[in-house]
Each structure stands twice: as structure tokens, then as C-alpha cells.
């Protein structure tokens, strides 16, 4: 079965620092893997994406993942952190059958 | 606007108390799914839609119907609620994994409190 892994569950940083929220996954064949930040009392957002092709994937708010086959990782990462990144980070996983697996979730705090 | 539109975002009821939650998506996808949000847990996918008429259980079917007659919605019914189904609910749609641009489209969220 298909899963996504997010062994901290906050994470807290200085603004103006870089981040990095872990992510690995399990998966059977090629992984499709997201990113979704969920801010107070708001629905998922779609943040970035890995289908296929290069490994360090752009995407909204300036945020960034690199997709590390030989560790199953998808890190998220951001070079300069801001107070108004501070949400919940989910990684997910999209299996064969079109379902998303998401892990617990991540706190990220950036404190100015 | 594409949107996942649910509602309503807060619904507090009774034990036992049939329920409905709507999911109205505008973007013309075949795969719909509902999911709850419970802390420490993450989401965990309740049912899901490949396309009308096509439902499916996922991890956490027990006390919840769904269905999909028109591709646009996928309401999300509570026959009997009970208190352990007090918890953040969410819509989402996508295109089905054939196509590249496979992110899903959350709606707002609906907060359920059964007491």
C-alpha cells in the first residue's frame, strides 16, 4: 500500500531562514507526490507536484521539493521563511487508483 | 472561478439526526471524494467518486453514503450520526491520473459537531 511519512510533527524556524518540512513515502511503481498547506480555518491548497522529469520542483509562495528516489524523500523547502508561512503542511501521495494518501501533517512555525 | 464549493462550513446536530453535506465542484472532473481530518491523523478518505453513478468505499466508510448523480456534485450523507463522527470534513476533486495536471481542488471545509 501506498504512504507518505512526515516525521515531524512541528517544525519551527526563524523568518528569514530556510526551511525544510520532511516527507518520505512507500510507493509501487511511480510516485505521484504533492504538497498541500492548510492555513486556520481554510480548505487544502495545492502547493507543488511531482509526476515525472526533473527532481527539484517549483512551486506557489516560492516554495520548493526535491524528489530523492534512492531515500524515497520529497522535502519541501523555502530558502527565506516568512511569519505568513506558518500553517500545516500535508505531503501526499496519489496511488494507482487515484486515491491521495496524505501523511499527519507538519506545523510550521516562523517566528519574526 | 474554478472551485469546490461544500456546504454548509459548520453544522452542530443531534445524535441520530440524518445529515447532509453538499460538494458542488464547476471544473468538469470525473474523480470526487470526501475526506475527514481528525488531529494527529491527517485525512483519511471516506468515499470517493470515479465518475457518475461510480462510488467507492475508502478507509473510512462506516456511518456515511454517498452519491453521484450528476458529475458536478457528491453529497456526503449521515444516515445516524453519532458522536465519533464529530470532526472536519473535506470535498475534493480532481481529473483522474491519466491526465497530467492530477492535483486535487479542496473545498472549505465542514466542520461537524454531533452531540
Known amino acids: 500500500a501506498q504512504s507518505v511519512a512526515q516525521p515531524e510533527d512541528q517544525v519551527n524556524v526563524a523568518e528569514g531562514n530556510p526551511l525544510t518540512v520532511k516527507c518520505t513515502y512507500s510507493?509501487?511503481?511511480?510516485?505521484?507526490l504533492f504538497w498541500y498547506v492548510q492555513y486556520p480555518n481554510r480548505g487544502l491548497q495545492f502547493l507543488l507536484k511531482?509526476?515525472?522529469?526533473?527532481?527539484l520542483v517549483k512551486g506557489s509562495y516560492g516554495f520548493e521539493a526535491e524528489f530523492n528516489k534512492s531515500q524515497t524523500s520529497f522535502h519541501l523547502k523555502k530558502p527565506s521563511a516568512l511569519v505568513s508561512d506558518s500553517a500545516l503542511y500535508f505531503c501526499?501521495?496519489?496511488?494507482?487508483?487515484?486515491?491521495?494518501?496524505f501523511g499527519a501533517g507538519t506545523i510550521l512555525r516562523v517566528k519574526s | 472561478e474554478a472551485q469546490v464549493t461544500q456546504n454548509p462550513r459548520y453544522l452542530i446536530t443531534v445524535t441520530g439526526k440524518k445529515l447532509t453535506v453538499t460538494c458542488s465542484q464547476n471544473?468538469?472532473?470525473?474523480?470526487m471524494s470526501w475526506y475527514r481530518q481528525d488531529p494527529g491523523l491527517g485525512l483519511r478518505q471516506i468515499y470517493y467518486?470515479?465518475?457518475?453513478?461510480?462510488?467507492d468505499k475508502g478507509d473510512v466508510p462506516e456511518g456515511y453514503k454517498v452519491s453521484r448523480k450528476e458529475k458536478r456534485n457528491f453529497p456526503l450523507i449521515l444516515e445516524s450520526p453519532s458522536p465519533n463522527q464529530t470532526s472536519l470534513y473535506f470535498c475534493?476533486?480532481?481529473?483522474?491520473?491519466?491526465?497530467?495536471?492530477?492535483?486535487?481542488?479542496f473545498g472549505q471545509g465542514t466542520r461537524l459537531t454531533v452531540v
Open positions: 475534493a476533486s480532481s481529473f483522474t491520473r491519466e491526465f497530467m495536471n492530477t492535483e486535487a481542488f
Open positions: 510507493v509501487s511503481g511511480n510516485p505521484y
Open positions: 511531482y509526476i515525472t522529469g526533473d527532481n
Open positions: 501526499a501521495v496519489r496511488d494507482e487508483g487515484d486515491k491521495l494518501v
Open positions: 471544473m468538469n472532473h470525473e474523480y
Open positions: 467518486s470515479m465518475n457518475v453513478e461510480v462510488t
